[in-house]
């Protein structure tokens, strides 16, 4: 949705001045578009490029040294009317031609035309360069039908660079026409996009699924067909663009992978992995991909992936430097490549001594313990998700389900290699923390260190022993984490859970009823948290009720202290 | 909504697998992060930065030389792990000490104060910087609890830009906790985020509303109201950034507009024009302004305004040449700034030379007839966009308005200059094309220019006369804009309406009667096109009508020769 403005009519011509302000280095305003600041000398043939707004960063911002002398800008998914195209060309040009560069659309096809002919008129060489990369908009056997996408950016940055180097506009022109003949682009959309100030999208795709070769303004696509998984459409995106390749194309090619408005930068990264990995599978060799948002379609949800067929003369060009708003080529300050350096050790865990046997079995009980705490979290992962959601991140499930079976793992390897009761649950709490990730996984590692470290590997840990343990644990979440009871976080439910547990152990009685008191305080700690005492069913665990809002950490603590329950000595 | 991934565990790693593939010349990857590819001379003090994923270009897309050494890289939305932090610091510190620098969120201090903590142990002078720059977050008073946001980028540019110039660890640091005390960010959401994978959004914004001062994780924000122009949007956050300002700041101010990941670049721009307005206004320099999407969350529909209160240090630092994925800072190649060049002269309108008595007043007719077709075009306008939306770009009812609005004004200044019927003609085409833009404001330019020289400004038309110029409009169109009848333009209903006029008037009809079958049978080309042939109410003017699927080109020309038909000598 496109939510700021303040006047529709004028949105592009503001966004316009907005860039103009922003890159006064790059850019400077003209009546229609922009010029390259920096002073271009005579003789150079001019390359101009536009088309209609609400393509950022097509047009203006690919104006500067090795790219464009000029982008002429009309207003959103409109053609810049004929005069604006002849005023902004007639002012870029040099005395040595003019390349005037746009999509293939009627719009643009009629106004840069016409624009050309007054431009002769006035005695300036100029020649037309439609771009035609999209291949879903017509069969090869037609390819001058075809629209101009994201392919613009290759053919422009090709035919800017030649410019640079001081080629004729005849030698310009035709390096241009090689590239575009050489470019192929093709893309899905998920979603459509919204004109400034319009109560609703200018198109829509049905909701799961994606567009194949839908145009950037909605023109018809091939087909509809549910979303895929990125690697998938990375196969439909490859492969349909090699089977267009050119006749003459070898393997080296230029690549575009560009997001439409929406889609998220790491998205395409994702993305990404899977385009360059099959490209290399294919046999090519990808020459400095962009990645990002290149020819966008206001807010519409999707991506293309172009390709540049290189030769010797066209890959020099992709490389050479320019300075741009949008891509920059060339360093800044040339810095040296890392040498292979040698790398820091990584911290290899203590080769385990082996504990004795009392405390070797308590170690193996430790580590059924665990596993059974990573099925009963990984099944319990979506719903405190949803709870996390409500108040925080919502990755509350996902990083104690990924930090409770990597503390599962470790735990079974060490005590598989004999290792006692404290260094398995040490090794529990250092894979917990490396793996889970966020605030949960830190306190969950810091907390099962304290307790290890409490135990020993000599001898099987007794009731008191537990208690300490689990009041040591307490006390570390305490001091590093920083929460206190009531902070809504799983102190809410420890702190009780502690309280309780020590409390009986002290009056003496057995351990599994202690910590069945103990594990009920917990969970009424995690309910508490936020008001709502639910008085019924208390006994059960946690994820078999119905949830109210709460704290996910507290909640995910009480689950715990009652899944270990019956691997209680 | 976040469409493209693989699996949502392996999102954050894979995103940063493909960035790493991208940006080989300034980053390679190490367990947990990058480090930058560039070798770093030993006794440089390292800055290393780092967060939970979902939030590119943070981090790793500002890791290069004079920027950060190093990015540490969680899972989406989740700290990464103390040991995660502890190894890529270790691996980018060069014997001079590390600064660590995150958002203040409890995940990020625990994980990245407990790396500290590890790393002294190792023997490496490390200091920690959580920046805390929203000001919704908290209130002045308790500013060491305030949320980093995209304030983050400001003080990692200057810190890391200090370390670049061999500055030691203290002075660094002094640097840059300076540089986070003059930082204050403030920003609105439009709309929540979805996790990849996610079937729903983690929070919403309700539809029409902003939510002022929302995290970027969804944590709450200060008020919901509804969304405002752009200009006034700038209002709210320049003003409360200024109510913010740190007791010893200047009038000179680094600011960054901030995209959240789903608000358009252009969007961007055309706030910034208000925003930088409002600030110039309010006293303030401002210093190289970022407008762009710099710490985004994950699809999120929102931006933040940060300002930085420099001093003569600090805008060093924010000005220093820096090379990275995102931010380069410096020029590839030196380019002078172009002469204040003699701009060319604006092709200024012939003056009115005045027609023939009879003439004249045909021409005022004509004005009168262009004024009343640019209120039919005005009425019609949305009704026409939305037919085009079915099968175009949904601007064609703008265009027409736009130009008609135009060609009426020129018509009707012509007319009170004395001009004949020829020139009125002509005067209004050539407006209509310079201000419509897109292809069918050249049309019809083309089209009026070609009828207008088939009249004088010596005599008033006849029918014979404006037979002959709606043909040779006609042929204008046809030769200039490759249509043909049967491809869906207005070609289907301008061809039969010249059939009809031309071969009527031949019969010797008169002109009304003669162009109300014209019109009828512009109607019906208008409604075949689409192979939709309602048999009723043709007589009406087509914006009367329930439209189906048609072109909006025939339509618009179908309304035009209806409405001008009252208007006939």
Not at 83 to 106: F, K, M, S
Not at 455 to 470: E, F, K, N, V, W
């Amino acid at each position: 949705m496109t939510h700021l403005f303040d006047d529709p009519e004028t949105f592009a011509a503001q966004a316009l001045q907005g860039f103009c302000d922003i890159h006064a280095r790059l850019v400077r305003p003209v009546p229609g578009g922009v010029l390259r600041a920096s002073a271009t000398p005579r003789g150079k043939v001019a390359l101009v490029i536009g088309g209609g707004g609400g393509h950022y960063p097509a047009f203006a911002g690919y104006v500067g040294p090795g790219f464009a002398d000029a982008a002429v800008a009309g207003d959103v998914f409109a053609s810049p009317s004929t005069r604006l195209v002849h005023d902004v060309a007639a002012r870029a040009e040099r005395g040595a031609g003019v390349i005037l560069g746009y999509g293939n659309y009627a719009g643009d096809v009629l106004n840069f035309g016409a624009a050309a002919e007054r431009l002769r008129s006035r005695g300036i060489d100029v020649r037309t360069l439609a771009i035609t990369d999209d291949v879903a908009s017509a069969s090869d056997a037609e390819r001058a039908k075809r629209r101009g996408v994201a392919g613009d950016v290759a053919v422009f940055k090709i035919a800017g660079a030649a410019a640079e180097t001081g080629l004729d506009v005849d030698a310009v022109e035709a390096v241009a026409r090689r590239a575009n003949d050489r470019t192929r682009s093709f893309g899905v959309a998920f979603g459509g996009c919204t004109l400034p100030g319009a109560a609703g999208p200018l198109f829509t795709v049905t909701d799961g699924q994606m567009a194949i070769g839908l145009g950037i303004h909605g023109e018809p696509g091939i087909a509809e067909r549910p979303i895929v998984a990125a690697s998938e459409l990375a196969t439909i995106l490859v492969d349909r663009l090699i089977a267009e390749a050119p006749a003459n194309g070898g393997p080296r090619v230029a690549a575009i992978l560009n997001g439409l408005g929406s889609t998220k930068q790491e998205e395409l990264f994702v993305l990404w992995t899977a385009v360059s990995a099959l490209l290399r599978t294919r046999g090519f060799e990808i020459v400095s991909p962009l990645v990002g948002e290149y020819v966008t379609s206001l807010d519409m949800e999707g991506c293309s992936l172009t390709l540049t067929w290189l030769d010797e003369e066209l890959e020099r060009f992709w490389l050479a430097p320019c300075d741009t708003a949008v891509l920059t080529v060339g360093t800044v300050t040339a810095a040296p490549a890392a040498d292979a350096e040698a790398e820091i050790e990584d911290e290899i865990a203590a080769p385990v001594t082996p504990g004795a046997p009392a405390s070797q079995a308590a170690g193996q009980r430790i580590a059924v313990a665990f596993t059974d705490l990573a099925a009963a979290l990984k099944e319990a992962e979506a719903e405190l998700g949803r709870i996390d959601a409500e108040a925080g991140d919502g990755d509350h499930g996902q990083g104690m389900a990924r930090g409770s079976a990597a503390a599962a793992q470790a735990a079974r390897d060490a005590a598989e290699a004999g290792a006692g009761a404290a260094s398995v649950l040490a090794a529990a709490g250092s894979a917990w923390a490396d793996r889970a990730g966020g605030t949960s996984g830190a306190i969950w590692g810091l907390g099962l260190a304290a307790a290890s470290r409490t135990l020993s590997d000599q001898a099987a840990p007794g009731a008191a022993d537990i208690g300490r343990a689990a009041g040591q644990a307490l006390q570390a979440v305490l001091t590093l984490g920083g929460a206190r009871p009531g902070d809504k976080t799983l102190v809410d439910a420890f702190h009780p859970f502690v309280e309780h547990l020590t409390g009986a152990i002290a009056e003496g009685q057995p351990l599994t009823a202690a910590w069945t008191k103990a594990a009920e305080a917990a969970t009424r700690g995690a309910e508490e948290t936020a008001g709502l005492v639910p008085r019924l069913g208390r006994a059960r665990p946690l994820a078999e009720r119905s949830l109210g809002h709460r704290d996910a950490g507290a909640v995910s603590f009480a689950l715990c202290s009652h899944t270990v329950l019956k691997h209680l000595p």
